[in-house]
């Protein structure tokens, strides 16, 4: 039972990549998300953040205006919509869900960003 990311690879800077975080054996639609990110040699940090129920949302001042959290409790699935990419955003992102009860991780998915 974990969320499964998908859409990483390898982008140019300023390109776009849309990530795709789907949720299996819980609830989806009763848990928080969050996306995470770890570069190379470095600490695991926040990306954005967003409630139960779509309505609140919440970026890292790194990511804001060119990131965008989203989610479709219908089809368990979250996405991470990246644009205006640069090489500093190079990293592995993971999907977190969470509720009052229960936490789960991804696995991550990798996200190049280079000329």
């Known amino acids: 039972v974990r969320p499964v990311e998908s859409g990483g690879g390898l982008v140019q800077p300023g390109g776009s990549l849309r990530l795709s975080c789907i949720a299996s054996?819980?609830?989806?639609?009763?848990?928080?998300l969050r996306w995470y990110r770890q570069g190379p040699g470095k600490e695991r940090e926040l990306v954005a953040g967003?409630?139960?129920?779509?309505?609140?949302?919440s970026y890292a001042d790194s990511t804001k205006g060119r990131f965008t959290i989203s989610r479709d409790n219908a089809k368990n699935t979250a996405y991470l919509q990246m644009n205006s990419l640069k090489p500093e955003d190079t990293a592995v992102y993971y999907c977190?869900?969470?509720?009052?009860?229960?936490?789960?991780w991804g696995q991550g998915t990798q996200v190049t960003v280079s000329s």
């Open positions: 977190y869900a969470r509720n009052y009860a229960n936490e789960y």
């Open positions: 054996g819980f609830t989806f639609s009763s848990y928080a």
């Open positions: 967003i409630g139960s129920a779509g309505g609140v949302r």
